[in-house]
């Protein structure tokens, strides 16, 4: 899982590297027709006109498909769930609170967030592999309060599914040497919870090429680890060529972590289970 900082990001900034950026009233157009929409909606909603109110929500997906282009460049091309390229198969905007209904995890549904249907911040890229899978799933923990159109709280949910633009969520997942998803050392019981639950929902470890692909990733950058400290431990003194080789090591661990490299977090978290100060520094 990739963090995304999609709160402090928007279509018509002009530092996105690969991004050509939007007008202020390109911008400025698309949030007025999520806000007509999200009206219109609403009426259907008060009418008790349900199934007409989610035919206008599917009627309307290219609206939130104008943003997929951007969306991606956040990433690098990357899913924000499994963070891996093609390998998980083609893109789509999935809506991470479901639009028009939302299943527990008992399975039983209640109405979806509608509201949020047209909102950018509801949006994330997931590969089809794990949003076909996904699908309205969106549990709360027993207790937890349910946001509704009237009575927005959306902030105040305790959701089950990790999400990519909440840091503290990414910090969450961790992997194994086999190319596993796994929870991170030291979560909380519930913490634990969301974890299993998220990479079961998603697919993060069903999906063969997927993990073949981790697994892969964590080979390579154990294998460059050790080099760099072989290197390391003859580099004392005067010896260029050990001192040389630890530097590609090092430039080679540089750039398979950085975050734009596929499966980065990963070979990331490979560097900070070896325990080596000097490497986590590098990738830090």
């Known amino acids: 899982m990739i963090f995304i900082d999609l709160e402090h990001k928007r279509p018509t900034d002009t530092d996105i590297p690969g991004w050509t950026p939007w007008t202020q009233a390109e911008w400025d157009a698309?949030?007025?027709?999520?806000?007509?929409?999200?009206?219109?909606?609403?009426e259907l909603d008060a009418a008790g006109a349900?199934?007409?109110?989610?035919?206008?929500?599917?009627?309307?997906?290219?609206?939130?498909?104008?943003?997929?282009?951007?969306?991606?460049?956040?990433?690098?091309g990357k899913c924000w769930f499994s963070e891996a390229h093609e390998l998980f198969?083609?893109?789509?905007?999935e809506h991470f609170r479901p639009k028009k209904?939302?299943?527990?995890?008992?399975?039983?549904?209640?109405?979806?967030?509608?509201?949020?249907?047209?909102?950018?911040?509801?949006f994330r890229v997931c590969g089809n592999v794990g949003n076909r899978k996904k699908g309205g799933w969106f549990p709360l923990r027993e207790g937890s309060l349910c946001s509704s159109h009237t009575n927005r709280c959306e902030e105040s949910e305790t959701i089950y599914l990790l999400d990519p633009i909440n840091?503290?969520?990414v910090a969450l997942l961790a992997f194994d040497e086999e190319?596993?998803?796994?929870?991170?050392?030291?979560?909380?019981?519930?913490d634990e919870k969301r974890v299993i639950e998220t990479v079961k929902r998603l697919k993060l470890n069903e999906h063969a090429r997927l993990t073949e692909a981790r697994r892969k990733v964590w080979q390579h950058?154990?294998?460059?680890?050790?080099?760099?400290r072989r290197a390391k431990s003859r580099s004392s003194g005067n010896n260029?060529?050990?001192?040389?080789?630890?530097?590609?090591?090092?430039k080679q661990i540089h750039a398979i972590t950085r975050r734009d490299a596929e499966l980065s977090a990963v070979a990331r978290y490979c560097v900070l289970f070896s325990g080596d100060l000097h490497l986590t520094r590098l990738v830090a």
């Open 30 to 42: 698309w949030l007025e027709k999520s806000r007509r929409l999200v009206d219109q909606l609403a």
């Open 50 to 76: 349900r199934d007409a109110r989610n035919e206008l929500i599917d009627a309307n997906s290219a609206h939130w498909g104008a943003l997929k282009e951007w969306l991606l460049t956040l990433s690098a």
């Open 89 to 93: 198969s083609h893109y789509d905007v």
């Open 101 to 122: 209904e939302a299943k527990s995890l008992d399975g039983s549904e209640r109405d979806g967030y509608w509201w949020l249907a047209f909102d950018y911040m509801n």
């Open 167 to 169: 840091p503290a969520d």
């Open 179 to 190: 190319g596993k998803a796994i929870p991170a050392p030291g979560n909380s019981d519930w």
């Open 221 to 228: 950058m154990s294998n460059l680890i050790a080099d760099y």
């Open 240 to 250: 260029p060529a050990a001192s040389a080789e630890m530097r590609l090591a090092a």
